[in-house]
């Protein structure tokens, strides 16, 4: 073929990939709320997913930089109680709580801390019990705003604003229809940092899909929980018990 020849063939080729590229680009994303459906009858169900109004589920703590490991213990309740305690040998406890008003952490190095501020709502969003369904009332809005990739996978990235004005966003693989992950500017005591999660090795428990693999990634660390069970059940009250420390300064807050 001649270099002239050649030079048609390729033109050709393009014009007849100029389509399907328009296609391509013009092509609707799918609702964000649509996205959100699928993602919970693929994991089991709105009736399974409030059926039960507690579970705890428990597994490990890894965090490979600071050679850290542990194991891992998260009880969750309706409408929106959380601790989760990490137990690390040698070390010792570090817990985290929701009690529906007060956000706070315990831990050997640092002792009892309120959390206050931003960072308490954002606990506060985190905290709903269902917060999967995307249902909450302190959600202003959800768009679907293009297709990415995580973890290998791509993904609808669904940008979700908080009527705080705080925004997150959440990924919905285009194959499967799960939630693999996430991204959003998590507050801290050490301020505002960049956060990327990833869910990944859904298994069945209960009639639920959970990821029993979790990886956070902050600062340039990862944080990988994995768990191996959840227990589902009627609430159990001992499990938020907040500690005497935190108690105390709970106790003291001024009353408004």
Known sequence: MS????????????????PSLALAQTTPLPAAKDL??????????REAILRHPFFRAKGT?????????GQLEVAAAQPNLVLVKITIPGMGDMLQGFDGTNAWSLD?????RLIEGEE????????????????SPSIASMETTEIVTLGGQQCYKVKIVRKSGRE???CYA???GLLIGGFAKQKT????????????DYKEFNGIKQPAKVTLTMMGQQQVMEFTSYEYGLIDAAAFTVPAPVATLISQKPKN
Not at 36 to 45: E, L, P, Q, T
């Open 3 to 18: 270099a002239s020849a050649r030079r048609a063939a390729l033109a050709a080729a393009a014009l007849a990939f100029l």
């Open 61 to 69: 703590f890894d965090m490979p930089a600071a050679g850290m490991t």
């Open 174 to 176: 285009v194959d499967s």
């Open 120 to 135: 308490l709502a954002q606990m506060a969003d985190e905290a709903e019990f269902a917060s999967v369904l995307r249902e």
């Open 36 to 45: 959100v459906a699928k993602h919970v009858v693929a994991i089991g169900g």
């Open 189 to 200: 005591a050490m301020g505002e940092v960049e956060a990327v999660t990833e869910y990944s």
């Open 108 to 112: 050997p190095m640092q002792g009892p």
């Open 168 to 170: 997150t966003f959440d």
